[in-house]
Nanobody, 118 residues
Framework: QVQLVESGGGLVQAGGSLRLSCAVS????????MGWFRQAPGKERELVAS???????SYVDSAKGRFTISRDGTKNTVYLQMNSLKPEDTAVYYC????????????WGQGTQVTVSS
């Protein structure tokens, strides 16, 4: 019943910006931590940014200063604002919901492609 629907990916030139959105249903959004992951071809999935139910945020070193994760409780939506994009940011980006019961991210969006051209 938990569903995450992503949008906002696309093709952008290096130095440009994109905002990814993830609408969440089927889980108490205000009590759930959320994360954005990415996976590039031939690479392992990595956590890019996370935000707790209390609003604290964390970022992978390569994204610090460029990416911002946020959440809107009225829309049950989490965002990833990506600025100063680099070709190495190219990947499929997934949003995920954290389970307080299992202690892990357990539900995932379908993924949205982000391609940054040089």
């Amino acid at each position: 019943q938990v569903q995450l629907v992503e949008s906002g990916g696309g093709l952008v030139q290096a130095g440009g910006s994109l905002r990814l959105s993830c609408a969440v249903s089927g889980r108490t959004f205000s009590r759930s931590g959320m994360g954005w992951f990415r996976q590039a071809p031939g690479k392992e999935r990595e956590l890019v940014a996370s935000i707790s139910s209390g609003g604290s945020t964390s970022y992978v070193d390569s994204a610090k200063g460029r990416f911002t994760i946020s959440r809107d409780g009225t829309k049950n939506t989490v965002y990833l604002q990506m600025n100063s994009l680099k070709p190495e940011d190219t990947a499929v980006y997934y949003c995920a919901s954290y389970s307080n019961v299992y202690g892990r991210y357990d539900y995932w969006g379908q993924g949205t492609q982000v391609t940054v051209s040089s």
